[in-house]
């Protein structure tokens, strides 16, 4: 079974400029989250979904940063304009349904490098 | 907000030896704790869960306790090898349904 896919693995970008992360959560998985993970830290939770829905947004700095789910598969996360404080490892993790006992399947995730 | 604490320094234990990992929390207890395994360069992937009223759990090596009144958890790895060398998250959930919020990880190298 092919795990959570996420691309690019890397990115480096200048400041100002937008870019978007891609994830493919594991086939028949209904809820997508997505993490940033700072150096040395834990992962912390930007978005989830529902499907198509964003039920959890309330750590995404939506000045700047804007996520969807279409036909509740695939999901794109977008910074624009990205600047220096950015730069961390983006993950995407899915798992069968919303509820703490479903363990959560982390994709390889995308390191942003903002210069 | 909940506070997850992990020691940030590295342990470092001789293969064969017991690694205990401790992460402490601060205000509310729990319904779940959750440890993962991080390598470097890759995603964190699940090893246990463990409820509120469950005291300890075991999984072939791998064994995880939660005490609620120390609020505290600590997970071992018996007859620890090279290869268990990795970064180690708990994440702890409120309630169910609710989301994960991850400590800081603790690095454990096992030396040969």
Redesign the interface.
Known sequence: EAG?VQSPRYKIIEKKQPVAFWCNPISGHNTL?WYRQNL??????LI?YENEEAV?DSQLPKDRFSAERLKGVDSTLKIQPAELGDSAVY?C?SSLA????Y???????TRLTVT | SQK?EQN?EALNIQEGKTATLTCNYTNYSP??L?WYRQDP??????LL?I?ENEKEKRKERLKVTFDTTLKQSLFHITASQPADSATY?C?L?K??????T????TRLMVKP
Do not use: K, W
Request: aromatic share 12%; no cysteine; glycine share 22%.
């Open positions: 959570v989250y040395g830290q834990g992962p912390e939770l989830r959890d993950l993790a919303t509820g703490s006992h363990e959560q399947y982390f994709g390889p995730g | 997850i940030s319904a779940y959750q360069g890759r995603g964190p992937v699940f869960l409820r998250l994440a959930v309630d169910a349904g609710n989301m994960l991850f400590g800081g990880g």
